[in-house]
């Protein structure tokens, strides 16, 4: 199979020729339709991530059909439309058992603790408690776009955040992540604040449904800024991009008894992030974290997509070759993308 590989950490990746994959008894190989670039690959391939083992192959949002079945596997078949959560769970520890297979403590995630997507051929073990079925109008490069950012951003603002309809939402940072949890918003009937440095990604924002969109270079302080504009502060509030300063102003522009939610990774030199503990005690805020979704969860949000409610193919940039995808993997960090760059010929 054609493939996107490295040997070593921060060197530029090649396209190879590498042998095409086999099923565990329990997964299945799935021939990939189409896959999204993101942060977290490029993370992976700085070295942040301590799941991966070299050489790699990188890429963990992805749909397509299977290909060969392990023997296994009970609910899919050759052929089958499918996709699935970036995390996937074991199926037998307590975390998967008690429904929360994204916490999984023996988790496979392709592209990072196993070869992802970015290749014609991807192996996905556990593949009975993790698959999703892709319904007929749900094309691959829209259920792509869901892998990570869009179905990450659904669960941390639906389930963890309790987002109702009437409150206020903020999001700081609007790549994939961040407009995703904007349309998300929205779409629950909450008013959302967008916050970002990029004019093209605000508008864009606005686009999706912001009723507010902040500059953060053109105010003194954000989280006053945001606070001010929604009478106080915000019910929820998610920090989409991941770094020290959103996360701080994220807490902050909280109103007493806020629900902070951090999406955005934290790896490197950020990991440790000091954040305003005092506020979260004398405001009881909530802070949680999100990481990813179980699939038994898609059927609410594919259920949403299909009545028309969220549109995640409005969030599709740019769609480029598995060569382009090389150079634009070593370049991500400049965040020059608007919207979610999908990876759609193998070629
Ligand atoms: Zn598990
Ligand atoms: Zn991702």
Not at 109 to 134: C, K, M, R
Not at 246 to 263: A, D, F, P, Y
């Amino acid at each position: 199979m054609r493939a996107m590989y490295y040997e070593q950490f921060g060197t530029a990746p090649e396209i190879r020729t590498l042998p095409d994959p086999t099923p565990t008894n329990a997964g299945v190989v799935i021939s990939v339709k189409a896959t999204g670039l993101c942060r977290s690959d490029w993370h992976g391939w700085m070295g942040h991530d301590p799941d991966i083992k070299l050489p790699h192959v990188p890429g963990h949002e992805l749909a397509g059909t299977i290909s060969a079945v392990g023997r296994d596997v009970r609910r899919f078949k050759l052929g089958d439309r499918v996709t699935v959560p970036f995390v996937s769970g074991c199926g037998h520890c307590m975390e998967c058992r008690s429904g929360n297979q994204q916490v999984c403590e023996e988790q496979f995630q392709p592209g990072f603790t196993h070869w992802g997507s970015f290749a014609e051929y991807v192996a996905i073990d556990y593949a009975d408690q993790n698959l999703v079925h892709l319904p007929e109008d749900i094309s691959y490069e829209t259920a792509a776009s869901l892998g990570c950012r869009f179905a990450t951003s659904f669960r941390a603002v639906v389930d963890q955040g309790r987002l109702q309809g009437g409150e206020w939402l903020a999001v700081h940072g609007c790549g994939g992540v961040g407009l995703s949890a904007i349309m998300i918003g929205a779409a629950l009937g909450a008013n959302v604040v967008a916050i970002d440095i990029a004019e093209d990604k605000l508008a864009l924002a606005k686009a999706l449904g912001a009723t507010v969109a902040i500059d953060s270079r053109s105010v003194a302080d954000v989280s006053e800024a945001v606070r001010e504009v929604t009478g106080g502060g915000v019910h929820v509030s998610v920090d989409a991009l991941g770094h020290p300063q959103t996360c701080c102003n994220s807490i902050l522009n909280l109103r007493r008894r806020g629900r902070h939610v951090q999406v955005g990774l934290m790896l490197a030199d950020h990991a440790t992030p000091a954040i305003p503990m005092a506020r979260v005690i004398a405001h009881e805020l909530e802070i949680y974290g999100s990481h990813g979704m179980q699939s038994w969860r898609y059927d609410a949000m594919l259920r949403m997509i299909r009545s028309g409610k969220l549109s995640p193919d409005r969030l599709i940039g740019r769609r480029i070759t598995l060569t382009d995808a090389a150079p634009a993997l070593a370049t991500m960090d400049s965040f020059r993308e608007n919207g979610i760059t999908i990876i759609d010929r193998m070629i």
